[in-house]
């Protein structure tokens, strides 16, 4: 007799038409007690090639609460009372541990896991994370206290790569969804204006849920009849999918319905796929994860830019071409390639991704999100010369009084980055006492309002 297990959620999800951004875990239980935590949000906001250039014009602001900001960072003048500076982060599972090459490039699957990983792959395309990433965790443990909305969206501009940023568990990452006009209707679900402003249900969205959510009961009604006629190991296995099946229930409820607040007005027509409208689907991006913050159909999103080594992203926008030509680090005038030159280049492009912060924290600022939200950003390297210690971090928003903005920060030699992503945690609402690799440590007490 076959295994159930060749049955899997993700082609269950394929053959539905549905995609990533809706795969919660399989081990969140929707109708968990408890209480709801507060409506706190977050955004990790997350991208490579390093924060800054080697050149002059460019430095990251000194520790202390008057510090000056360098030219490519001055879209964020506005918003420095709001802001936690961190500088002097170590990742430090890349030298602890295996991995394909000891660069910034092989961070990625460790930087939200703060965890070693468990198989270090032929390249940074393949590395296998150690276990869960800070947003699965936040995610599934509101869920468990009674969150009813999406556990968390992973979103990603551009990534060509396989290599993994989120993970639910060693072993499973998380696709970042790149199309915008998806992830619109997954998370607004319906769409229509509906009198007196707001949104109502498409009713051709809900035909096609009724569709979809008669051939899940049909699924159900099988496995359950199938599942009294098979051994024990085959039982477990068909309980774990009926129970996945009936989450997916859940969430295709959720796609018809209309959330609270005002979905974000996208530019159609745009080829979202192209490298030619990188900065344009980035806008796109960033306006759907703060509607979605502020209108709670999650409380954790991840946004990627790029993948982990950006070897074809070509900053048109910024008046660059693509070459035509290259090595297998990518085209001449990719992304990568200007990092490793680390000149006036790379800093036009640093001064992009820092406008892109800032106009995060504009757009959350102006719906309430920094009072009882908060947005990390986080790189892969400090310069773009693959260096994966003395990196920064930065922190907006305070999170309902639970960091102390305003500050600029140097972290002592060796700290990785799980006590920002335990203290995270903890400003969400979730209690967390380690996460990732125990040795590395508690929360970072230093970021915290006393």
């Not at 081990?27 to 924060?51: C, M, Y």
């Amino acid at each position: 007799m076959p295994k159930i297990d060749r049955f899997s959620r993700r082609t269950l999800l394929r053959a539905l038409g549905l995609g990533p951004a809706v795969l919660p875990m399989l081990s969140v239980e929707r109708d968990a007690h408890g209480q709801v935590p507060a409506a706190k949000a977050g955004l990790i906001f997350a991208w490579t090639n390093g924060w800054l250039s080697q050149t002059t014009a460019t430095g990251w602001p000194a520790p202390g609460t008057n510090w000056t900001f360098k030219p490519f960072q001055a879209a964020l003048e506005p918003h420095k009372a709001d802001l936690l500076l961190l500088d002097n982060m170590n990742y430090r599972f890349i030298r602890d541990g295996v991995a394909p090459e000891n660069t910034g490039h092989a961070c990625f699957p460790g930087m939200l896991t703060g965890q070693l990983y468990k198989s270090a792959g032929s390249s940074t395309a393949n590395i296998v994370a150690g276990g869960p990433s800070i947003d699965q965790h936040i995610g599934s443990s509101l869920v468990k206290a009674g969150y009813k909305g999406l556990p968390t969206l992973n979103l990603g501009v551009f990534v060509k790569s396989t290599g993994r940023l989120s993970w639910r568990a060693a072993s499973d990452p998380v696709i970042p969804a790149t199309d915008p006009y998806k992830v619109f209707t997954q998370v607004f679900g319906a769409s229509m204006p509906a009198p007196g402003g707001g949104t109502m249900p498409d009713p051709a969205v809900e035909r096609r849920r009724v569709i979809k959510k008669s051939v899940l009961d049909h699924v159900i009604t099988d496995l359950t009849r199938f599942q009294g006629r098979v051994g024990t190991e085959d039982k477990i296995a068909i309980q774990a999918h009926l129970e996945s099946i009936r989450s997916l229930e859940t969430d295709l409820d959720r796609a018809v319905t209309p959330v609270a607040g005002k979905p974000p007005v996208l530019e159609q027509g745009v080829d979202t796929a192209s490298t030619n409208a990188f900065e344009t689907t980035t806008k796109m991006m960033i306006d759907i994860s703060v509607a979605a913050l502020a209108a709670d159909a999650t409380r954790m999103i991840v946004l990627q830019l790029g993948d982990q080594g950006d070897a074809n992203l070509i900053f048109t926008k910024l008046g660059f071409k693509a070459a035509g030509k290259g090595d297998n680090t990518g085209d001449d005038n990719g992304f990568h390639n200007i990092a490793h030159a680390n000149g006036a280049d790379k800093d036009k492009c640093d001064t992009w991704f820092q406008e892109q912060l800032a106009y995060t924290i504009a757009s959350m600022k102006a719906v309430g999100l920094l009072d009882r939200g908060v947005l990390l950003a986080m790189n892969s390297m400090r310069h773009g010369m693959h260096e994966f210690n003395n990196v920064p971090a930065m922190i907006a928003g305070n999170a309902g009084g639970y960091f102390k903005t305003g500050r600029s920060i140097k972290l002592p030699n060796d700290t990785a980055p799980n006590g920002i992503l335990i203290a995270l945690a903890n400003a969400l609402g979730v209690p967390t006492q380690t996460f990732g690799r125990a040795e590395y440590g508690g929360e970072l007490a230093v970021l915290r309002n006393a």
